[in-house]
């Protein structure tokens, strides 16, 4: 078992330095690199048993694609949603992003909250 309970799922690398940068408590960050196969799908899930798993990917066609696959193979994730004026996650500013991880009990540090 590992120090992580909670996981995020996001689309890149940069989407996954942007919310890196934002946690204020230790969160596994996965990457799933676009769209991906079900045999790589189901070696995530089985390694997230027991953790509290968030789906945070972009607001465009890939990533309600990848979306729809988790919620198909993976029903039990909670689902973060950004704004879709800001199209990706990796673009959309850092107190938007703030909010919605804290919307979903994930701690923040608190100046991305006061920015903007």
Same mark, same amino acid.
């Given at each position: 078992?590992?120090?992580?309970?909670?996981?995020?799922?996001?689309?890149?690398?940069?989407?996954?330095?942007?919310?890196?940068?934002?946690?204020?408590?230790?969160?596994?960050?996965?990457?799933?690199?676009?769209?991906?196969?079900?045999?790589?799908?189901?070696?995530?899930?089985?390694?997230?048993?027991? !953790?509290?798993? *968030?789906?945070?990917?972009?607001?465009?066609?890939?990533?309600? !694609?990848?979306?729809?696959?988790? !919620?198909?193979?993976?029903?039990?994730?909670?689902?973060? *949603?950004?704004? !879709?004026?800001?199209?990706?996650?990796?673009?959309?500013?850092?107190?938007?992003?703030?909010?919605?991880?804290?919307?979903?009990?994930?701690?923040?540090?608190?100046? *991305?909250?006061?920015?903007?």
């Amino acid at each position: 078992m590992d120090e992580f309970s909670k996981v995020i799922i996001v689309e890149g690398s940069s989407d996954k330095r942007k919310v890196q940068s934002i946690l204020n408590e230790p969160v596994e960050i996965i990457c799933t690199n676009g769209t991906i196969s079900l045999s790589r799908l189901d070696e995530i899930i089985e390694s997230l048993f027991h !953790k509290d798993v *968030y789906i945070l990917v972009d607001a465009d066609d890939s990533g309600e !694609k990848l979306r729809k696959q988790f !919620k198909r193979e993976f029903p039990e994730a909670s689902h973060l *949603y950004i704004d !879709k004026m800001y199209r990706e996650v990796a673009t959309a500013p850092e107190k938007h992003l703030a909010t919605v991880l804290l919307g979903a009990n994930i701690d923040v540090h608190a100046e *991305y909250l006061e920015k903007g």
